[in-house]
């Protein structure tokens, strides 16, 4: 138990969180308790059990006062003013913080605000804003903008956060929106305040989204840039809600296992121009956090990007790596940054499925006897069976509550469909591969992963056709 | 001469196969034309409703139509006999020229 204390700490600081976001207890009440708990440690730390009791309180309070902290909305910000002015139009200034989006016949983004100008007041300010733009314009990340426009508070739309959608962007901290007016709504101000990183992670993205263009068919590149660079836009609506009428739609999203192939290819390529052991395990890291800025860091990518950078780490102190403790850090340090993430469904689907595959499966497994089985087929089967069918028990109760939906053929469907995602994603790295080492084999590349998309379409449309495929709640 | 690891090994036999595989398809798309649709995906009839066989509840499911549309389409189709082209949808009460431009990535008349 001692040795998954981690666990325990993580586990009472989400619950804090939790606990925080039901309960309306002060600010200064869940602070003094946090100090009251830090100073019980102090006073009882030679005491072995009452220690850990006080740190476990500690977390708890922890997680409490962390939410309250990135709930409040500081003086600054843009929110505070919308509401004393009464001015129609605004100009505000700021700068692209999200990749532009393609929304209704224009464009959507988040913008930091920076300055607000109406037409009785200007003042500096702080916060993020929806802005949507209407007409062919093209816009980057970090980009600097003047935008004028008509804001609005989403509660006036009838969006309040417990709406799905208003959920969505009050956990983002996002209160407003602004539609830029037609003509010179937006004016581009020519200084780029975006992360250095992030845009040459961007530059690296649309490079590879365009190498799959040119080789492929548009199909068959729109599900390779959402599998391989996170980009699901691009994906026809059909082929979507066919793989959300089975449950498979998560081999859309960008997850651990792209980190784990992006980890294998840059080991084997160190390894192939004779880096040392060491080296190459060092120099892995900092392309896994660029490969995480490529697919827009979402919570899967994030949480297989920080396992892995700790399994990589142990590796180098040459300690053996406990998966439930580097699971339970992943979390922590997600939450760390944003304890709203908790609440978000891509982070409790990506942790509840993977929890519930670390947990469940074993269990499954021997309960089945599996590894008893002689015929390897077999034996590969049933397992990737239990497998699915483990993620699925963690995950049921999340898609039901947020979806409204039970999908029982996702376990059979992810049998079939699951090797195929993971064949297409091996073929967009290969095809990324071939296109600097080896560009005269891309073409047969390209063929092949045609094919597979073909079978993964054509296999999720029998499943989606089923009688029992979906039952709606 | 690399000294690779069987898991490496493994890696460029996968890449060896995803070549041979596209070369087979390549040369077997030249004598037999309906290897070609598998070798360049269209949406011509993946996962698309059928517009004249469609109950409410399916029509319902499509982003953009709601309990109101989904009566009107199907009673157009009991009217006239069906959607010969998807292009009628037009003739619609509540179906703009936006609207359809959205719908019809999810329909087909068949």
Redesign the interface.
Known sequence: MKKRFMVAFVLFFASGIIGANLLSVSMACKYLLFAVSLASGFLLRKKSGWLEVCILCVAFFFGACLLESAQRVPDCHIRNFYLHTRSPVHVIKGFIIQEPQDSYGGVSFVLRAQELHSETSSRSCCGDILVYVGGKGKYSYGESLLIKGKLQSFSRRGLTHKDKYGAYLYNRGIFLALRALKGSGVVRVHKNQGLLLKRFALYLKEGSARIFSRHTSPITASILKAMVLGEKQGVPKSIYRAMIHTGTVHILVVSGFNVGIVSMLLLCGLKLIRVPRKARFVLCIPFLILYCFITGACAPVVRASILAILLLCAKLAQREADTYVSFALAAFIILLYDPRQLFDVGFQLSFSSVFAILYLYPKFSSFLRSSALKKRYSRYILEAGLVSLAAWTGTVFFIAYHFKVITPVTVFANIAIVPLATLITLCGFTLLTFNFLCPSLILYAALTTELCCYLLVKINLFFAKLPWAQFRI | M?D?TP??RK?VL??AC??????T??LVSKFYTPVKH??????EA????DINTADKELLV???GIGNTLAERIIKYREENSGFKALEEMRLIKGITR?RFDKLK??LIAK
């Open positions: 690399f690779l898991q490496e890696s996968f890449l995803i070549v041979f595989i596209g070369l398809l390549r598998i070798t360049s995906l269209s949406l993946f996962g698309k409703i499911s499509v982003p936006y990535e999810h």
